[in-house]
């Protein structure tokens, strides 16, 4: 086959400008960075840097999310450890309570500081977030979980609902908790054996009253030791028995009865048998004492110090450490949820430099190879334009012009 000069002259100047054109176009490769220019440069590889680029976004999303909930947990963290330290507190002063020295004007300073314990412990439970929502709730964030009533009573106005946030493929954490799975309260047992549910702000109300509750001095004398010596017997410094009188049981309930006005105390027979002294409303036994004479008296001889009753101080101190253990498994479940959140996060970093890597690939490009193949392109271009230069000095170009 002939080819006439023109196309050769034509095909001569073609190559020329696509050696240019592609040593022009790495140029700009070097000069940006980029594998691609243009869209069109490349559609299949467009598609896929697409494809990565939202796999990013969303790995990013999913982080944002991760950040999100453990800023959550920590505050969740901090409102409960210190509700566990204002629980210990509150045990603390519980077993105090329960000596038997300790006056009656001494619990009701105590039972003061367990009031503000209280207060305390209902700020924590309607605690917010950074943003302004509730995080005992459920899923009602918007308003304080628990209200106090009229009565004085607490109640829970939220719900148990989670929300559940993606923090990875096909992986959910909760956001948030019920408050009555945190500030749960206890089972109580009843002296007739009957098991009854009191909630978390009831326990601390019924401790906090039975510090200031009226106070009996129980004082055990069984019918069989009257014996035929007697004692005397003053109650707040009014002489209720003489030596002589050598009364019954029942004959020294209604003595100390007769003279209730005088001394504010009241005397029953338990179902034991056992003498029970009592003080009226409003008023404490300050002193009991029987004269130090042998007889029936005299194992209890000296002055009896009324006490709180222990049976209610036993149960707030037990009830008390329930509740804080019940904080205590709180905390534990959310310890698990950072820990989860924490490894799901190294996890979506991992997959994020890895699909990054992945789109620098398609999308950076290679400096040695481009390096290399514009150094090859010079050259051809070079070699192009020199066998231009002498291909368009042929006499028979001359004549075609």
């Known amino acids: 086959m002939q080819i ?8 001569s100047l073609r190559n020329m400008q696509e050696t240019q054109s592609d040593a022009a176009k790495t140029n700009e490769q070097l000069s940006t960075g980029k594998a691609l220019i243009r869209p069109s440069d490349d559609t299949d590889k467009l598609r896929t840097i697409g494809n990565l680029e939202r796999a990013i976004d969303k790995v990013q999303s999913y982080n944002n999310n991760v950040d999100h909930l453990i800023n959550r947990y920590a505050s969740e963290e901090g409102a409960l450890t210190s509700a566990s330290d204002i629980l210990i507190r509150a045990k603390e002063l519980a077993i105090q309570a329960s000596n038997a020295t300790m006056s009656g004007e001494d619990r009701k300073i105590v039972a003061i500081e367990v009031a503000g314990l209280k207060a305390e412990l209902l700020a924590l439970a309607n605690s917010k977030d950074v943003n302004g929502q509730a995080m005992f709730g459920g ?5 304080a979980p628990f209200v106090v009533n009229a ?5 829970y106005q939220g719900d148990s609902r989670q929300t559940m946030i993606e923090v990875g493929e096909n992986r959910q954490l909760p956001k948030n908790r019920g408050g009555l799975e945190v500030f749960s309260g206890v089972t109580r047992i009843d002296e007739d054996g009957a098991t009854k549910r009191i909630d978390f702000f009831a326990v601390l109300a019924d401790f906090e009253e039975s510090l200031v509750a009226e106070q009996k001095t129980r004082i055990t004398v069984a019918p069989n030791e009257l014996a035929p010596n007697t004692g005397e017997l003053t109650i707040n410094g009014v002489q209720i028995s ?9 004959e020294l309930q209604r003595l100390i009865n007769d003279e209730t006005a005088r001394t504010n105390v009241q005397a029953e027979i338990d179902a ?3 003498l029970v002294l009592e003080n009226a409303p409003g008023y404490e036994i300050d002193n009991i004492v029987f004269a130090e004479v042998p007889g029936v008296f005299s194992t209890i001889s000296g002055t009896v110090t009324p006490s709180v009753d222990s049976r209610l101080m036993e149960r707030s101190i037990s009830e008390v450490a329930d509740l804080h253990n019940n904080i205590s498994i709180a905390l534990g479940r959310i310890g698990s949820e950072v820990n989860n959140a924490e490894h799901q996060k190294d996890i979506n970093l991992d997959n994020e430099v890895r699909l990054k890597q992945f789109k620098s690939s398609e999308v950076d490009v290679d400096f040695a190879e481009a390096v290399s193949r514009f150094n090859a392109e ?3 271009l070079e070699a192009a334009q020199a066998s231009f230069a002498k291909i368009s000095q042929l006499s028979l170009f001359e004549y075609i012009r």
């Open 272 to 274: 034991d048998g056992n």
């Open 242 to 250: 003489r030596a002589e009188d050598r009364p019954t049981l029942a």
């Open 4 to 11: 006439s000069t023109q196309q050769f002259f034509d095909r």
């Open 151 to 155: 009565d004085g009573t607490v109640s």
């Open 378 to 380: 010079l050259a051809r």
């Open 139 to 143: 899923a009602k964030t918007s308003s």
